[in-house]
């Protein structure tokens, strides 16, 4: 089974380790100094059990890679349409797209039935070009919950959490999400497949789309916004917005919205992607994760004024900062 890792940052190069460490066949795609630090000394994984240095195929042109079982895609999701012609030498017919990439997937309406089947997300999507490029059935859905960063090129800090949960858009228990799963179980993560991954979707992008936007907008950590009264409630706002979105497409979540902004504040003093994005200078996940929310709630005829009302202020805090077109 050969496996590519593309886009090797923090959480691609936690993937790549643990796989290269239990003797997968798999290569990182990478870039910049990071690419050469783990070209030249090896991939470095801190965890809480020890740190370990591995040797492992790197490159930052997928042709040196050649055609692959699967292709983990761990890219931030606004950095993925424009290089999906890039993958093209990774993929043959038999190819699997994993799409480990947060905020609503591009494949979103694939195989989910009913009068919005096939309908595309702008958003997530611009031009078709994952839809066209990699075409729907390719594609094995993935919900990332490890937190890991990039402390220098190519040191990997693994912070918590070991799932990346797999799931098809029709929901069977295909062999090929099987089989990767015993690959990633073999590498001592976990990796269960999902009848209703849409479902874990949305409660992941639930705390992603209200508390990434607020604590850009305020620089606030966690466990301050989940807590101030005022930011609690428009957090809170959105939320319920969004569940009513999800509810309206088949959604069931397994905890209330007060639960869910309880488990962020005990999460303690952290600072979002979002907001380090922001801080260091790179482009915001602002799209996927919150103007896809937006985009649903006109597919779905679902009002969002307090999303419409965050999203048009994060966007231009981003756009101020150069951060966003």
């Known amino acids: 089974m050969k496996i590519c890792i593309f886009g090797a940052g923090a959480i691609g190069g936690y993937m790549g380790a643990k796989l290269a460490q239990a003797g997968a066949e798999v290569s990182l795609v990478a870039r910049g100094p990071h690419l050469a630090a783990m070209r030249e000394r090896g991939l470095t994984l801190i965890e809480e059990s020890g740190t370990t240095v591995t ?12 055609p692959q079982d699967y292709v983990i895609v761990t890219l931030k999701a606004h950095s993925v349409p ?39 997300l702008a958003s997530v999507d611009p031009g078709n070009a994952q839809w066209d490029g990699f075409g729907p059935d390719r594609v094995l859905g993935c919900v990332v919950y490890p937190a ?4 220098e090129p190519g040191v990997v800090k693994h912070i918590e959490g070991n799932r990346f949960s797999l799931g098809e858009p029709d929901g069977s228990k295909s062999d090929r999400a099987l089989a990767l799963s015993k690959a990633l179980t073999s590498a001592g993560l976990k990796a269960p497949v999902r ?11 639930w705390g992603n789309l209200s508390f990434n936007p607020i604590s850009a907008l305020t620089h606030a950590t966690l466990d301050v916004l989940c807590t101030d009264p005022g930011t609690r409630a428009v957090a809170r706002a959105m939320m319920v917005e969004a569940q009513e979105i999800a509810e309206t497409l088949g959604v069931k979540f397994p905890i209330d919205v007060d639960r869910r902004i309880d488990g962020g504040a005990a999460v303690g003093a952290h600072r979002t992607s979002m907001l380090q994005d922001l801080d260091l200078g790179r482009p915001m996940e602002i799209d996927a994760l919150v103007g896809s929310v937006q985009e649903l709630g006109r597919v779905t005829g679902t009002p969002t004024p307090t999303i419409d009302t965050v999203l048009a202020l994060v966007q231009l805090r981003a756009r101020v900062a150069g951060l966003y077109d």
Do not use: C, Q
């Open 195 to 205: 009848p209703k991954l849409r479902d874990e979707i949305w409660v992941k992008l």
């Open 148 to 151: 890991a960063e990039v402390v």
């Open 55 to 66: 040797k492992v195929t790197v490159s930052d042109d997928p042709a040196d890679l050649g």
């Open 82 to 120: 424009p290089v999906v012609g890039r993958m093209a030498p990774l993929i043959d017919e038999n190819t699997t797209i994993v799409s480990g990439v947060n905020g609503v997937p591009w494949w979103y309406f694939h195989k989910i039935g009913g009068d919005l089947e096939g309908t595309r």
